[in-house]
């Protein structure tokens, strides 16, 4: 398969605790992208990376928030202290180029008891 | 007021209809379109990508993109249960890194 990969799928968790999520784009794309999505709602920015630069972030991405891609291969999405709030669909998308389209793994769902 | 408004429906209709989902936005510097599909917890997966004004056809898929109206349409044709998801609108401009994604709208298509 070469597309998109996210793992884990899906998360469970306290409040409080840590979670880290990985996704791995499709090779050829350069672009990276997270998106977090809430039940009835379109997805929502989080952050963007062009090889390893992390070029923007969203307001939405609280200081419990970290993403990083080293080399410019797969990311990874870190929440610490996680809070109810923060139970979504975390998605991850790559793209091809300046102005193409995205391309969506199937997201991690965190659920934050 | 969103970037991005889309009637989350529900949109239920019969099996062979002719369905007709729709996106308004109010940025006028956005170029890129696109039309997403997403199952019930699974992510969303591309049916068409335009580029400014016009209409695009793909199989049972069409695209139309109206800039002076700031609205976007996609019509499907011949409709099939397997159609059955919600379909998110996403847009983006020509410079910047963002996109934009409307609410979705959730589709029922009965056998």
Redesign the interface.
């Known amino acids: 398969d070469t597309g998109v990969s996210q793992d884990p799928r899906h998360k469970i968790t306290k409040r409080g605790q840590n979670v880290t999520f990985r996704c791995d784009p499709i090779s050829e794309h350069n672009r990276l992208y997270w998106y977090r999505q809430t039940l009835g709602q379109g997805p929502e920015f989080l952050t963007y990376f062009q090889n390893e630069a992390q070029l923007e972030k969203s307001r939405l991405l609280s200081d419990r928030f970290s993403a990083e891609r080293p080399k410019g291969s797969f990311s990874t999405l870190e929440i610490q202290r996680t809070e109810q709030g923060d139970s979504a669909m975390y998605l991850c998308a790559s793209s091809p180029r300046v102005h193409g389209e995205l391309f969506f793994g199937e997201g991690s769902r965190l659920t934050v008891l | 007021q969103k970037e ?1 408004e ?1 009637d ?1 429906g529900p949109l239920s209709v019969p099996e062979g209809a002719i369905v007709s989902l729709n996106c308004t936005y109010s940025n006028s510097a956005f ?2 379109f ?1 039309w ?1 599909r997403q199952y019930s ?6 049916l068409m ?1 335009t ?1 400014s004004s016009g209409n695009k056809e793909d199989g049972r898929f069409t695209a139309q993109v109206d800039k002076s109206s700031k609205y976007i349409s996609l019509f499907i044709r011949d409709s099939q249960p397997s159609d059955s998801a919600t379909y ?1 609108c ?1 847009m ?1 401009e ?1 410079t910047g ?8 709208t959730s589709l029922t298509v009965i056998p």
């Open positions: 991005v889309q989350p170029q890129y696109m997403y917890r699974k992510g969303p997966e591309l990508y580029y998110l996403a983006r020509n890194n963002q996109f934009y994604f409307g609410t979705g």
